[in-house]
């Protein structure tokens, strides 16, 4: 499977975050030469919370709290669970989510859609979306998400992704947005992952991302 | 969704039973080897129970999750000679384990299944037909040092996917296949025991002595 990167924009200290960073970032895109439009693309993010037996007193301390599910995009018919806390992923069938509603034991709290717009760019392609909490629809963020098709080994696409980031970074830089763009740089060993890259790593990357991205919106806000 | 039956047969006629099932198939049986772990939340947790199921048969093991529900209840239910009930599985990397201890659940108790399953089409029903012997593990996890639970006995289940629009049709699918099952074991509701059958041993003699010579349906 061919290595991805993701990266989320930062605002600078004090600054909202608006959609004409999406905007400017789609702009930024189309402005590389022989970038062709592919379509759009969407991935969904579920915050899961157990559900105690005696519902009128809080969940018990000791059951994780950063339970993700993540659906992504180009695996319409799997699932991956995340737990940061325990460097755990599973990855299991889409179905695995049918089997979480009849456990009744823990239920999804509050979701974040990533979607927008894909380009394709050579041997890259590029993913640009907004970070949607549901079912409000507010921008909580901005992402990117960056595929280099020929490789599937991390470290041996290590400096062609390193070349492609500073080349997006110089460009945004031109468009004097109010924030960078930032990787999500994540020890894959820390969760026994290995070096050939697989969907698993994918959850992984979005679960850190949008831990900074919350984080980033909520100290904006 | 899924109609099943159940039936015992004593072990000395599985090999009986493997001939018939041989011959109204056609197709070669498929090994069964199944770790399966039965897992419950604490006592904190919404209650619920979750089986894994760890295939062993093949030279990498493959992990499925599995949610059992109750079986469906009613008039219409209580009239079928199958029972149905709602399943949902999914099929799961090898941290599915760990990732149900990491959210609260324990294991409750384990066991290995071994023996066989043929494939039937019937009656537009997909059917499969498993005689496995349930063993249990004396150390934890420990598969290789399995016993069997009930040493002269197997213990015969025939399942079926079935959907709310069809499961009348899969229900009558199984119950007419039992009739070719008939002379060894009966079979029917789990929970529902009909015990050894009286003419399991002549007809296993027979099966014994004709060999393949069972006419293919």
């Known amino acids: 499977m061919p290595v991805k990167w993701l990266m989320h924009f930062q605002p600078n200290q ?9 905007a400017e970032a789609c702009a930024v895109a189309e402005s590389f030469p022989g970038v062709s439009r592919d379509g759009r693309w969407r991935s969904l993010m579920t915050f899961y919370r157990a559900v105690p037996r005696d519902q009128s007193l809080p969940a018990p301390s000791d059951l994780p709290r950063d339970l993700i599910g993540i ?20 990855r299991a069938q889409s179905s695995v989510q049918t089997v979480m509603d009849k456990l009744q034991s823990y239920k999804g709290r509050f979701f974040i859609n990533f979607e927008g717009l894909q380009y394709k760019w050579g041997d890259f392609k590029l993913r ?26 991390i470290d041996k696409s290590q400096r062609v992704m390193e070349e492609f980031y500073e080349i997006w970074r110089e460009a945004v830089a031109s468009k004097l947005l109010a924030g960078q763009f ?20 994918t959850a992984v990357l979005y679960g850190m991302c949008v831990v900074q991205v919350i984080a980033s919106s909520n100290k904006n806000q | 969704m899924e109609c099943v039956v159940q039936g015992i047969i004593e072990t000395q006629h599985v ?5 018939l099932l041989v011959g109204l198939c056609g197709a070669p049986k498929q090994r069964i080897r199944v770790h399966e772990l039965f897992l419950k939340n604490g006592p904190n947790l919404a ?8 295939d062993l048969a093949k ?32 099929k799961a990397s090898s941290t599915a384990l760990r990732f149900f201890y990491g959210i609260g659940y ?31 593990l004396p150390r934890l996890h420990a598969t290789d040092d399995a016993v069997p639970i009930t040493p002269g006995i197997h213990l015969v289940e025939i399942t079926a996917p079935a959907a709310p629009e069809n499961y009348t049709e899969v229900a009558s699918a199984i119950a007419s296949f039992c009739e070719y099952l008939s002379p060894l074991l009966h079979l029917s509701k789990p929970g529902i025991s009909t015990g050894i059958v009286p003419t399991a041993a002549a007809a296993a003699a027979s099966l014994m002595s004709s060999g393949g010579g069972i006419k293919i349906l």
């Open chain 1, 14 to 22: 004090g600054t909202t975050l608006t959609s004409q960073v999406m």
């Open chain 1, 71 to 90: 659906s992504l995009h180009d695996l319409p018919n799997e699932y991956l669970f995340v737990m940061r806390s325990q460097r755990l992923i599973l």
């Open chain 1, 128 to 153: 640009i979306g907004k970070c949607l909490y549901n079912p409000n629809e507010a921008l909580r963020g901005i992402v990117m998400e960056v595929e280099y098709l020929p490789l599937s080994s």
């Open chain 1, 182 to 201: 930032i990787n999500t740089e994540v020890n894959f060993v820390d969760y026994g992952l290995g070096d050939s890259y697989t969907p698993q790593h």
């Open chain 2, 15 to 19: 090999v009986a039973l493997e001939i």
């Open chain 2, 47 to 54: 209650s619920s129970e979750v089986r894994l199921l760890c």
């Open chain 2, 59 to 90: 030279t990498t093991p493959s992990w499925t999750i599995r949610h059992v529900g109750g079986a469906m209840r009613g008039a219409g239910a209580d009239q079928l000679s199958v029972l149905v009930r709602p399943i949902a599985e999914s």
């Open chain 2, 106 to 136: 324990k294991l409750d108790h384990e066991v290995l299944k071994t023996g066989f399953a043929f494939q039937f089409q019937n009656r537009g029903a997909n059917l499969t037909v498993s005689v496995t012997s349930t063993n249990r």
